[in-house]
């Protein structure tokens, strides 16, 4: 998050960045703030025969602060916006992404592929084994995200990725891998006693490795 | 009834009534300043009570699945010991559950509502006193149905102080969703109605009893505070109430308002829940704000900085806090479109309580400065709410809570607003206006023993919080260590868990002080302080009907060195000349004409 831990997503580095805008500008209020508060009760202590200014307000300070913070936080607003639009309002173009189906439980992930028909949710569908997800790098993928129980929530820390899961809809969830490795899936959705034990490793690797492994799903 | 009766002293007279028994003066009583501590002490109770469920959670943290000296035994009997997996969720569940239903709101708006509000406004006791006796013993019995949970099949509830469906609605998705979920929900259905009925005392007594000449603009910060946080009760609570019904339904007669198996909706439970508990936390931090202005002023013996918009950014942070519900549910699924709309007016909301903090900042400026207890903990409220606060900015801009949403972030956010913010307050306020309550002075020097190892200890457990949820840990996790990204965690979580220990053991000093001052504190007077509010214009602890005369109010609350005045202060209830104390006025006396 801001560069503590690795990002290997196309969209890591815009949450990033974002995340270092508000800490530049929340770490100016905090020093201000309480810079000002530390120094005042030094400053102001009460000393005998000394009387504090007897002053009820300034209609100008006023209108300072308010017009200065609403502008730093409108600003806020505005800018993070194009970010949030593209991880959550946006999907890859389906016809090229690759499809994936990933259903959670008490307490695993279960991901489903394509088979042969290219389709998902058809008989010819291959299953990976619990709690892990294949995926090809540098390739658009759009995971179809169910549960089968109660709220789940997918999270890939290494893809500042998270989407709840939720039982009654599926939720198009998009990534797309920079690197290859493991990466770990944590669920961030309290589901019962094994939540704490819901992990899950995203597979990422060259495409060839990834067709490799599907044809290892494949039914001989 | 009114107390505009024309003349300006209106003389009442004490009748000596009826001797009253010790069940109608000390636990069936009808008298606000009763009801306020009997508020009082089962919140503190509940306080500790919530306060070692936490110790329960920070042990398992930083030493997972371990035996706990002495203590295993006697709280995991039933499961050789060690904590169960089940109960991990269980205890999460119960703390937020009890801090928040059980604590903050009781204590707050209960005790120190019910104590300050006929006080402050010059009023002999709430406009309905007998439903002022009910909204205290509905409490009653929901305490033991909450506490009862831990003695049913199953346990506890388990889902979450947040109770999110299916988890809460199906039985069988974690033990606690049986027994201990159905008493969880009559039981803070029976401590939402006590909440109702105080709301409607509360908004009635300030409309309709303040003494004459306290014109809604002459009320302590205080009072607007407790009297917008009991409209924020009165509009809020009845959502959660029916939330609460249907998820009840759901679970015993086989309706289906959340269950997608027959046609439910899962995420309408959130947006219920938040609906309401949104409102919620500005019902726990306002009371806060109000009575760490009047402690602020008092002690910088100057007057309030900015009295409108302070005002004006109370009834802003509530009438906002109606419309930010959504920013607990940016990852819920629901549509991102609405995640925008939640934003922006979340980025909103901001704006009025920092508006209040440069207004705090501003009364410090040019004051005199008493660092008594009381100020030195509305002064930790300031600078741990300006923590919390910020720390919510991050979370508001919704492509990095996709990050930080239900990981640690949260629960450091969540602790500076409710602890640095709320606990802070409720630590100056106790000390504050503990001569008023009980006659006694408690000790300002174990006050400030207390204070230093209280925020010292308080910053170093959740601190760090912030760091752990940068790295993406997750919030409700029994044991993170199996995962990679999170086992190098463990020596930060053994660190705030020692501290964790240490901010418990401090509150020692608080309640040795506070029981002990109780039987031997020195004696009150009826105003330690030199402040100028109306309760400090009657005894310390005050007669039975509060005053001896009706108070008559010439000004507002915040006339601290005014250079008319001799002295540094001006009670509400003395004028300037005619009727009242005639004060000398001092020559050449401060700077600044007021520029309001």
Not at chain 2, 24 to 47: M, R, T
Not at chain 2, 193 to 211: C, E
Not at chain 2, 242 to 249: D, E, G, K, N
Not at chain 2, 529 to 534: C, G, I, K, V
Request: charged share 10%; aromatic share 14%; with cysteine.
């Amino acid at each position: 998050m801001g560069g503590l831990i690795q990002n290997a997503s196309t969209f890591g580095p815009a949450i990033d960045l974002m995340f270092m805008v508000v800490l530049v500008m929340t770490s100016v209020a905090f020093v201000l703030v309480e810079g000002l508060l530390i120094y005042f009760l030094i400053r102001y202590r009460a000393r005998p025969g000394q009387r504090a200014v007897y002053v009820h307000g300034s209609r100008r300070l006023e209108l300072a602060w308010t017009v200065g913070t609403a502008f730093a936080l409108l600003s806020l607003a505005l800018y993070q916006r194009p970010t949030w639009a593209e991880v959550k309002q946006t999907l890859p173009d389906e016809s090229t992404a690759l499809v994936i189906g990933l259903s959670a439980d008490q307490f695993d992930w279960d991901a489903t592929y394509p088979g042969a028909d290219g389709r998902l949710d058809t008989a010819d569908d291959l299953v990976a084994p619990p709690n892990l997800l294949y995926v090809p790098v540098d390739r658009p993928v759009i995971v179809r995200l169910q549960s089968k129980d109660v709220l789940h929530s997918f999270f890939v820390p290494q893809f500042r990725l998270k989407q709840d899961a939720v039982p009654g809809i599926t939720i198009r969830v998009w990534f797309q891998a920079t690197e290859t490795g493991e990466f770990e899936i944590a669920c961030a959705e309290l589901c019962g006693l094994g939540h704490y034990r819901m992990r899950g490793l995203v597979i990422v690797e060259s495409s060839e490795a990834f067709e490799a492994r599907l044809a290892e799903l494949r039914p001989k | 009834m009114t107390t505009h009766t024309g003349t300006a002293t209106h003389v009442t007279h004490d009748h000596p009534a009826a001797e009253k028994s010790f069940i109608q003066k000390y636990v069936f009583s009808i008298d606000h300043k009763v009801i306020g501590k009997q508020f009082l002490f089962s919140s503190l109770f509940f306080f500790v009570f919530g306060g070692l469920l936490a110790m329960l959670i920070r042990t398992q943290l930083a030493w997972p699945w371990q035996e706990i000296p002495g203590v295993g035994q006697f709280v995991y009997g039933n499961s050789g010991n060690i904590l169960a997996p089940e109960a991990y969720p269980a205890l999460v569940t119960m703390h937020g559950t009890i801090m928040i239903f059980f604590f903050i709101i009781p204590i707050l708006s209960g005790a120190f509502g019910n104590f300050l509000i006929p006080l402050m406004i010059g009023a002999k006791d709430m406009a309905f006193p007998r439903l002022n006796l009910l909204s205290y013993w509905f409490m009653v019995p929901a305490f033991f149905i909450m506490l009862a949970g831990f003695f049913v099949e199953g346990g506890t509830a388990a889902a979450g102080w947040t109770s999110y469906v299916p988890l809460s609605a199906l039985p069988d998705m974690v033990p606690g969703s049986g027994a201990g979920q159905t008493l969880w929900i009559v039981s803070l259905t029976l401590v939402g109605t006590s909440s109702l009925m105080g709301a409607i005392n509360y908004i009635t007594t300030v409309v309709m009893l303040r003494a004459k000449g306290m014109h809604m603009f002459r009320l302590p910060m205080t009072i607007w505070a407790l009297f917008i946080t009991a409209i924020l009760v009165l509009m809020a609570t009845p959502v959660l109430t029916s939330a609460l019904i249907l998820l009840f339904l759901d679970r015993t007669v086989g309706t289906h308002f959340f269950l997608p198996s027959g046609g439910g909706q899962v995420i309408l439970w959130q947006h219920l829940f938040w609906f309401y508990s949104h409102p919620a936390v500005y019902i726990m931090i306002l009371p806060a704000m109000g009575m760490a202005s009047d402690i602020i002023s008092c002690f910088a013996r100057k007057p309030l900085f900015g009295y409108k918009p302070m005002v004006f950014s109370i009834m802003a942070i509530a009438g906002l806090g109606f419309i930010v519900w959504g920013h607990h549910m940016f990852q819920s699924g629901m549509n991102p479109v609405l995640g925008t709309v939640f934003m922006t007016s979340t980025m909103m909301i901001a704006l009025p309580s920092a508006i209040k903090t440069f207004n705090w900042l501003a009364t410090l400026w040019g004051g005199q400065l008493r660092l008594t207890a009381p100020m030195l903990n509305a002064l930790a409220f300031v600078s741990t709410f300006v923590i919390g606060g910020l720390s919510g900015v991050f979370a508001a801009a919704t492509p990095v809570d996709i990050f930080i949403h239900d990981t640690y972030w949260i629960v450091g956010h969540i602790h500076y607003v409710l602890f640095g913010g709320s606990l802070f307050g409720v630590f100056a306020a106790v000390q504050y206006w503990f001569p008023k309550m009980f006659g006694r002075m408690m000790s300002d020097r174990w006050g400030k023993v207390h204070f230093v190892l209280t925020f010292v200890a308080f910053n170093l457990v959740f601190f760090p919080m912030f760091i752990l949820g940068a790295y993406g840990m997750p919030r409700r996790i029994a044991d993170y260590t199996s995962y990679n990204f999170l086992a190098p965690l463990q020596s930060l979580n053994q660190f705030m868990t020692l501290s964790a220990y240490v901010l418990a053991l401090s509150q020692l000093v608080l309640f040795g002080n506070f029981f002990y001052s109780l039987f031997r504190g020195q004696k009150a007077a009826d105003n330690p302080w030199q402040a100028n509010s109306l309760e400090w214009a009657t005894s310390s602890p005050p007669p039975e009907h509060n005053f001896h005369a009706e108070p008559v109010v010439y000004h507002g609350p915040y006339e601290y060195s005014s250079p008319e005045v001799a002295e540094d202060w001006l009670p509400q209830n003395h004028a300037l000349d005619g009727a009242g104390l005639k004060k000398t006025p001092t020559p050449a006396a401060a700077t600044g004409a007021a520029a309001d």
